[in-house]
């Protein structure tokens, strides 16, 4: 499975810190992106790293790919109170032109006022 | 739309019941995923349609679940005699065109309750 792994499952910290998420999959991929969810519904796209790419920044932002280990990580500079939500990464993974896109667990971050 | 538009947005349905779910992607949108997501759980993939390609129902759970995609735009995810364990949130996603490179869209979802 393609199946991205989120660790930690939840994660607290002060508002103005930093927060770190890791996300590790099993087969190789053309891409790996991440998401936001707030309540439980709809996913809003963050960021998306190519195969080929080692590190992207968007705003506060930063992702890192390691396809040697296959592992990410996104990195949330001065945490806000409004980026309490949960990360999804989601490998993008290509058989024969047929693409997937899987998710995990996701990572529950509460930032702290 | 300016979104990826899902209907109904709620629906109780009770058990046995066949229930069907909308989706509207965005306009021009090739690429489809249907996903579902239990209570505090992550999202189980069900199905992706991409163009006129045949569509891959490998996450399909039982052949209870159908989806269909008419003209390449609207789908509709089909339950026949739902059972308990069917409820959850069901999520729709879409893209431009192949490998997600802008990113896909998500609907707000539906969330299904079987009573």
């Known amino acids: 499975s393609q199946q991205g792994e989120e660790d930690p499952q939840a994660l607290s910290i002060q508002e103005g810190e930093n927060a770190t998420m890791n996300c590790s999959y099993k087969?190789?991929?053309?891409?790996l992106q991440w998401y936001r969810q707030n309540s439980g519904r709809g996913l809003v796209h963050l960021i998306l790293?190519?195969?080929?790419?080692r590190e992207k920044h968007s705003g506060r932002l930063r992702v890192t790919l390691d396809t040697s280990k296959k592992s990410s990580s996104l990195l949330i500079t001065a945490s806000r109170a409004a980026d309490t939500a949960s990360y999804f990464c989601a490998p993008l993974a290509t058989n024969f032109g047929n693409e997937k896109l899987t998710f995990g667990t996701g990572t529950r971050l509460t930032i702290i006022p | 739309g300016a979104g990826v538009s899902q209907s109904p947005s709620n629906k109780v349905t009770e058990k046995g019941k066949d229930v069907e779910l909308r989706c509207d992607p965005i306009s021009g949108h090739t690429a489809l995923y249907w996903y579902r997501q239990s209570l505090g759980q992550g999202l189980e993939f069900l199905i992706y349609f991409q163009g006129n390609s045949a569509p891959d129902k490998s996450g399909l759970p039982s052949d209870r679940f159908s989806a269909e995609r008419t003209g390449g735009s609207v789908s509709t995810l089909t339950i026949q005699r739902t059972q308990q364990e069917d409820s959850a949130v069901y999520l729709c996603a879409s893209s431009p065109g192949q490998l997600g490179a802008y990113g896909y869209t998500f609907g707000s979802g539906t969330r299904l309750t079987v009573v």
């Open positions: 087969t190789s991929i053309n891409n």
């Open positions: 790293i190519r195969s080929n790419e």
